[in-house]
C-alpha cells in the first residue's frame, strides 16, 4: 500500500496522467497483453485443435462482405481456420516470444554488463571484445543466420517442435550486447560514488554490493531501452517467420500468418495478409510509443524535478 | 592520420577472421562436402576414401587455416544446387542486390537531408509535423508489411508497377544491370521505395535532431551576429556538422540494410544475393551458405572501414589529432 | 550632437506559454564614438540580453517589448530583418565569451574571416583574403599567414579570441559589443586582450561596450559604466566615480566583493543572498530583500533612476539622498 501511494505521487505518474499518447499506448497494450494471456477464453475458435477446422472453409472473405459468413467474423486462412482466431493466438506467440526473448537478453547482458563494469580488468576487456565484434555485425543478420543453421541442423520437423524455445534463443542472443553495454557504463559511472565506496569499507562483500547496490542504480536506462527491445524482439521474430525461419505454418505467430496470406493477395484474398499485418503493426506501435514515453519521462535533461 | 588508417584496418582484418571462422566452423559441423561434389549415392567406403583425399579428417585447425588460405584465393567451396564454385554464384547474384542497395541509399539521401534540414529550421510548420508523424509510424511498421502494401497498392489495384523480377536486364561485362532499361528502372521502384521505408524515419529524425542541436551553438550564434546570409548559415556552418554524425550513422546502417535485402528480395522474388541464401537455406545448400556469411562479412567490415576512413577525412579534429 | 548609440526605455521580454517575463524593464544609454562603456552585473542582470537586444539577435521566446535602439539615428529595432543582416558584423560586431565555442569548428579561419568579409563588402575573394591578413597582423597574431589556414582546436585559447576580435574588426565596425570577452580565459591573456581592445579602440575610434561581471576589469579600461540589477540601472556614471564612490548598496557590494581590496587571508566580503530568477522578482526594488539598508518604500516603489550630482550620474535608490 505505501509503495503504491509512492507510485501515485511520484513525477513518473504524474507525467503519465498528463499525456494522452502515453495513456494510450499504455491501454492499448494492456488490452492486446489481456487478450493474449486469454486467449483460450477470447478466440472464438481453439485454431490449434485440428478438429475444429475444415478445409472447405478456407478463403471466407470476412464477414460482411460478399460470400462471408458470421461465424468467421474476419474470414479464414487457407486452410479454413478462422482468422481472427488465428490472430489471437498468433498474437500470443509473438509477444510470449518477444517478451521472453528481452529476459534473456536483458539476464545475460544484466550479468554481463555488471561483471564486466564491476571487476573491470581482462575480463572486462575480454567481454567486452566479444560484444563489440557481435556489435558490428546488425543483429538481424546474426538472428537470420543462426535460425538458417539451426534450421539445417535440426531438420524441419524438430526445429518446428521446438521453435518457441529456439526462437527465443535466437532472438534473446542476438542482442545481449546492447544490455551489456548499458549496464556497463551505469556501474562504471557508479562505482565511483560514495555509497560503493562507503559499503566497500563496511567490509560488504564484492557480489552484495553488486547485488544489492549498484544494481539497482542501474535499472533505469535498462528500463527504458527494455520497451524498445521488446518492439525489435516482434519484429525480428516476424522477420524470421516471414522468411520461413521462424514459426511454422501449424502454429503460426502473426509473422508466419502473414507470409501465409501473401500469395494469396494476387487472388483477391487480401484479408489473410491484411489483418495480421494491421495487428503486427499497431502492436509494435504502441510498444515503441510507450517506450519513446518513458525515455522522455526518464531522460535527466528534459527532467524538470 | 595514417595511424589512424592503419589501426582500422588492423581491427578490421580482426572482425573478418571471427568471421570466417564462425563460418569454417558452420561448415564444418553442418556442411557436406562430400555430397558438394559426388552427390548422394556413393558407398560407404568411397565416401571414406574421398574424405581422406580431401583431408577431411584432419584436425580442425589444420582444416581452418585451409579454409582460409582458399577464401583468400577466391575458393569458398562448391555450391551443391548450382554445381558451380559458390563464389561465382555470389558474384551472379550480387549485381541485383547492390544495384538495389544504391538506389535505396539514394532515396535515403535525397529526402531525408532535405526532410530533416528543413524540419529542424522550421519545426513548428505543418510539414515538419507530419513528416514527423510518419516517421514514428514508420518505425512500427516492419519493412515486409511495407513491401506487401505497396505491391498492393501499386501492383494489383492500380497496376502502375511491376510486383517482382527485375525485368529486362543489361549486360555489361558480367554485370547485369537493370539501370539501362525502362523496364528494370521500373521494376527498381517499387523494392527501393520498401527497403528505404525502414531507415527513413531513423535518417530523417537523425538529421532533424542533429541539426536542431547544431542551430544551438555558440559558433552559429556568433555567425548570424556575423552578419552572414541565412542560406550560409544554414547550409555551410550548421551543415557541415550535422553531416558528421549522420555519415557515421549512415555507415552503420549500410550494414543492416544488408540485412534488410533478405526480407526485400523475398517479398518481390528479387533474384539477389539475399533471395540466394534463402534458397540455400530451403536447399541445405550449405556451402552457399558459409560463402554468403562470408561474402556479407566482409562486405560490412569493408563499408564500415571506409566509412571509419571518410569520417576521419572529413572531421577536421580528428584528421588533425591523429598527426599529433 | 547624435550619438553612435543611443537606447532609450528598452524592454526585453520571454514569452513562456502563458506567461511573459522581463528581462530587461526599461534601461536607456548612450555611447558615443571612441568612448567605453562597461556594463556590471551578475549572471542573470541582463547584461548579455542587452548586447544581443542591440543587434537584434535575442534567442527566442525573447523578443524587444518596448523602447528604441538608435544606431547612427537609425532606429535598428524596427528594421526588418535583411536590413539588419547588414548591419550586424558589418557596422556593428559582436565578440562572445567563449573563443572555442564561437568558431566554427569545421572550417578553417581562412574561410570564416573571408566569408565576413565578402558578405558585406563588394571584394573579390583575394581581396577579402589580404583583408582578413591584415587584421591578423593587427592583433597581433604572429604568423599569420600560417595560421590563416588552420582550424581553430589548433590554435590556443588566447590566440582564439585574438581572432575573433580580428573577425570583428574585418569591416572597420563603428561598434563592437563584446560580450564577457576575457571571462574563458587565463588571468594574463586577458589583460593581453583588453589591452589589445583598447588600443584598437583609440587607434580606429570604435565605440565598445563591454559586458561582463568583473568590476575589475571594468574599472580598468572603460570611461563610463551602467550597474544592472535584475533587468534594470540601479547605477551609472563615469567609471572614476562610481568604482571610487559607488553610492548603490549592490555596487557598494560589488566594489566590496573585488579580492585586491581584502587583506589576505581575510574572508572576502559577500552580498548576501542571490540574483533573482526571472520569474520571481521582488516587488518594489528588486535588490531589498538582499539590501543592508532597505525601508518600508523599498519593498514598495520601484526607485526611479535619476541624476545625482555631476559626471552624468545616475543612481535609483530610495535611501540614499
Known sequence: MKSWNRFKNSYLFYSFKRDPVAIFSFSALSVLVIISILAPVVAPYNTYDMATIDIMDAETPPAWMEGGSESFILGTDIQGRDLLSTMIYGLRVSLLIGVGAVLLQAVVGILVGLLSGYLGGKLDAFLMRI??????????????????????AFGVGRYAELAVPLLIIIIGMSEWPKYART????????????????????????????????????????????????????????????????????????????????????????WITFFPGVLLAFLILVILLLGDWLRDVFNPKLYKG | ????????????????????????????????????LVGERVTPAEREAIRDQLGLNDPFYVQYVRFVKNACKGDLGLSFFYKKPALEVIAAKAPATIELVIVTALILIVISIPAGIYSAIYPKSWFSRIVMAFSTIGVAIPVFLTAIALIYLFGVELNWLPSYGRGETVNLWGWESGFFTWDGLKHLVLPSVSLSSIMLPLFIRLVRAEMMEVLETEYIKFAWAKGLHRERVWYIHAFKNTLLPVITVFGVQLGILFAFTILTETVFQWQGMGFMFLEAVERSDTSLLVAYLVVVGVIFVVVNTIVDIVYGFVNPMVRIAGTK | MRHLLEVKDLEVKFALWSDELTAIDGISFTLDRGELLGIVGESGAGKSVTGFAIINLISKPGFISAGQVLFEGQELNRLPEEEMRAIRGNRISMIFQDPMMTLNPVLTIRTQMVETVLAHENVSKAEAFDIALDKLKKVHIPSPEKRIHQYPHECSGGMRQRIVVAIALLTNPALIIADEPTTALDVTIQAEIMDLLLELCESEKMGLILITHDLAVVSQITEKVIVMYAGKIVESGSTQTVVEDPKHPYTQGLIKALPGIIPPGSRLNQIPGMMPNLTDIPAGCAFHPRCNISGNTCQMEVPALISKGQHDRMLACHMIK
Not at chain 1, 222 to 230: D, F, K, R
Open chain 1, 131 to 152: 560484444a563489440d565484434i557481435q556489435f558490428s555485425i546488425p543483429y538481424l543478420i546474426v538472428a537470420i543466420f543462426t535460425s538458417a543453421i539451426f534450421k539445417l
Open chain 1, 183 to 270: 549496464v556497463r557504463a551505469s556501474v562504471l559511472g557508479e562505482k565511483n560514488k560514495e555509497y560503493v565506496e562507503a559499503a566497500r569499507v563496511i567490509g560488504i562483500n564484492r557480489w552484495q554490493i553488486m547485488y544489492r547496490h549498484v544494481l539497482p542504480n542501474t535499472l533505469t536506462p535498462v528500463l527504458v531501452i527494455s520497451t524498445i527491445q521488446v518492439a525489435e524482439a516482434v519484429m525480428s521474430e516476424a522477420a524470421l517467420s516471414f522468411l520461413g525461419l521462424g514459426m511454422p505454418i501449424t502454429k503460426p505467430s502473426l509473422g508466419a500468418l502473414i507470409r501465409a496470406g501473401f500469395e494469396y493477395i494476387f487472388s483477391g484474398s487480401w
Open chain 2, 1 to 36: 592520420m595514417f595511424a589512424f588508417i592503419v589501426r582500422r584496418i588492423i581491427q578490421a582484418i580482426i572482425v573478418m577472421l571471427v568471421i570466417s571462422l564462425v563460418g569454417f566452423s558452420i561448415q564444418h559441423q553442418i556442411g557436406d562436402p562430400i555430397r558438394d
